[in-house]
């Protein structure tokens, strides 16, 4: 993707005249935005979004070193991915499992060790084999065929991010359908379309449109339509996210309760940590997540024990590091993150306000400096650097430093770096007033506040 993309939402209605490969439609379609050179259309009959022309990309020799280790130990969403197939997967069934465009093979592997299932995926760029090498998985490196053994099926086809990249969808999705089992559950996400608006933060903006390597942002009822005529006329849409989730099947799907999820995500963390070799970049993505989720559902006592050193540094050097390889050179790349969460465990749990907010500071710039040097790989820097910053003025006031707390919310109104969250807004007004109060502040409802941000 090149760096320094200009997103530039178009107010000139600008047309191209092409078939959208989503619904087939030859009219006229508007240009919704310009990246750079690459122009984005709207189709007026499906309102799918389509790069014209199609940008062109060698999978199999897509990716770097550096590309992976940032998936491995920062972007991969191994916690979504896995609940999104799990919702599929009943308790105690015997099955199997087919990831197509299966990238690490997280997916593959959070199957495997949580329900057992055979798991099987195909991969053709450098992300497949590094996986199937260090995860220990059944990943072929090579574009997934039309199934050659139609007696080879599989209970769940997944495919989380792949189809907003294929020219021809149609065709595709004859590629998932022939290894289906008459009752099996395709669980398939892409870029919703309708995040594609101003109001949408650049990074988020950056990774939904990713220039240069998407062809077609899919809407719903265009999806929806493909899935129906290759013969899946049932399907589930969820649109709660930035991308799109979709549940196609033959005949009615079943839906397993989302209780208890949580424990089998952290089953899945302490059991791939167990096995991943100590001080690799899969041992510090995976013990970043356990520390995470922990903090993210109360579970203090499980985040102490996961915490490592390296996931911390309260006292970064940043003003030194101009790209991201300078980035990865000092620090793990979940390192902004880690730091966060780091200082939230110290400002709930411990109650040990200054260096939690030395830690939070710490975060923020970390953040700020992932933003800088690359924004379309940091969304989720885009959304803590605000909370960091939030989170280090609640604790300054605790600890009695009423004027550096205000000092700390100041710097969030200047907003130079990203969108304030929403749910962030409140709490932001509130601790205002309390601090021109001078009065403290951190009871229940502060902590139940943070352990819901991320629910």
């Not at 997934?144 to 997944?158: G, R, T």
């Not at 940590?273 to 995470?292: D, E, I, K, N, W």
């Not at 959304?383 to 004027?403: F, I, M, P």
């Not at 109104?413 to 205002?432: K, S, T």
Request: glycine share 6%; aromatic share 8%; charged share 20%.
């Amino acid at each position: 993707m090149p760096e320094n993309n200009t997103i530039d939402f178009d107010r000139a209605l600008a047309a191209a005249e092409f078939v959208c490969p989503a619904c087939r439609d030859s009219n006229l379609k508007a240009r919704v935005l310009r990246v750079d050179a690459m122009s984005l259309y709207r189709c007026g009959q499906c309102a799918s979004l389509i790069y014209d022309p199609f940008p062109s990309i060698d999978y199999t020799a897509h990716t770097s070193p550096l590309g992976i280790r940032n998936y491995v130990e920062m972007s991969a969403s191994i916690d979504t991915v896995a609940r999104n197939i799990l919702r599929v997967v009943p308790d105690g069934s015997i099955g199997r499992i087919l990831d197509i465009g299966c990238g690490f093979g997280f997916a593959l592997d959070a199957v495997r060790t949580i329900a057992g299932w055979e798991a099987m995926g195909f991969e053709p760029s450098q992300y497949g084999g590094s996986g199937r090498d260090q995860l220990g998985l059944d990943i072929i490196r090579d574009f997934a065929p039309l199934n050659p053994n139609p007696h080879c099926l599989y209970n769940v086809v997944h495919c989380s991010e792949v189809i907003e990249h294929i020219h021809d969808p149609a065709a595709f999705l004859a590629i998932l359908t022939s290894y289906l089992s008459e009752d099996g559950v395709i669980v398939l996400t892409t870029p919703n379309p309708e995040r594609i608006n101003p109001t949408t933060a650049r990074s988020t903006l950056l990774a939904l449109l990713s220039p240069g390597a998407h062809t077609i942002l899919f809407s719903d009822e265009a999806l929806t339509r493909l899935f129906e005529e290759a013969g899946l006329t049932f399907v589930a849409v969820d649109k709660s996210a930035d991308s799109t989730l979709f549940y196609a099947s033959r005949r009615p799907i079943e839906f397993q309760t989302a209780e208890g999820w949580q424990g089998k995500i952290l089953f899945y963390l302490k059991a791939a940590l167990s096995r991943a070799q100590p001080g690799s970049s899969l041992a510090v993505g995976l013990r970043y997540r356990l520390f995470r989720a922990a903090i993210d559902h109360g579970m203090y006592e499980i985040a102490e024990q996961s915490f490592d050193p390296i996931l911390a540094d309260a006292r970064p050097r940043v003003d030194d590091i101009s790209s991201l390889t300078q980035f990865a050179g000092r620090w793990p790349l979940c390192i902004a993150a880690s730091t966060y969460y780091r200082g939230m465990l110290l400002l709930i749990h411990r109650g040990d306000y200054m260096d939690a907010a030395e830690h939070l500071h710490a975060a923020h710039l970390l953040c700020a400096k992932k933003i800088e040097i690359d924004p379309a790989t940091a969304g989720v820097e885009a959304d803590l650097v605000w909370r960091a910053k939030y989170h280090e003025a609640l604790s300054l006031e605790n600890s009695g430093q009423h004027r550096k707390a205000m000092s700390a919310l100041d710097a969030i109104d200047g907003r130079r770096l990203a969108e304030v969250p929403q749910d962030l807004e409140a709490g932001i007004a509130e601790l205002r007033k309390t601090i021109e109060a001078s009065q403290p502040v951190l009871n229940a409802a502060s902590a139940s506040f943070f352990r819901n941000l991320h629910n």
